[in-house]
Nanobody
């Protein structure tokens, strides 16, 4: 069972930056593809970005492309989400997800391990 723990959320002004972290308990986490999703109040969970286990393939939602970057440090079993030029519409609970699979999927159904989420609030 893989446990994922997110951190780094908080309150930031529009135009600011935050870096979220997702630490995994699994020592073979380097073999897992990972993703970030977000969910705003009253809305469905939304794909943000994903990175395959090789680190060679990424997929990013148009709404955050050019502003958000996913990366991983396999030595630390940690995935990061660097968020720049934040907008009020980026306000949501952000969750990381992982699965032992190939590719960088946008579908929540492809991920079987999830963190508890961390709140990001962007003020205007």
């Amino acid at each position: 069972q893989v446990q994922l723990v997110e951190s780094g959320g908080g309150l930031v002004q529009a135009g600011g930056s935050l870096r979220l972290s997702c630490a995994a308990s699994e020592r073979t986490f380097n073999l897992y593809s990972v993703a970030w999703f977000r969910q705003a109040p009253g809305k469905e969970r939304e794909f943000v970005t994903a990175l395959d286990w090789t680190g060679g393939t990424t997929d990013t939602a148009e709404s955050v492309k050019g502003r958000f970057t996913i990366s991983r440090d396999n030595g630390k079993n940690t995935v990061y989400l660097q968020m720049n030029s934040l907008k009020p519409e980026d306000t949501a609970a952000y969750s990381c997800a992982a699965a032992r699979m190939g590719g960088a999927s946008r579908s929540t159904r492809d991920y079987n391990y999830w963190g508890q989420g961390t709140q990001v609030t962007v003020s205007s």
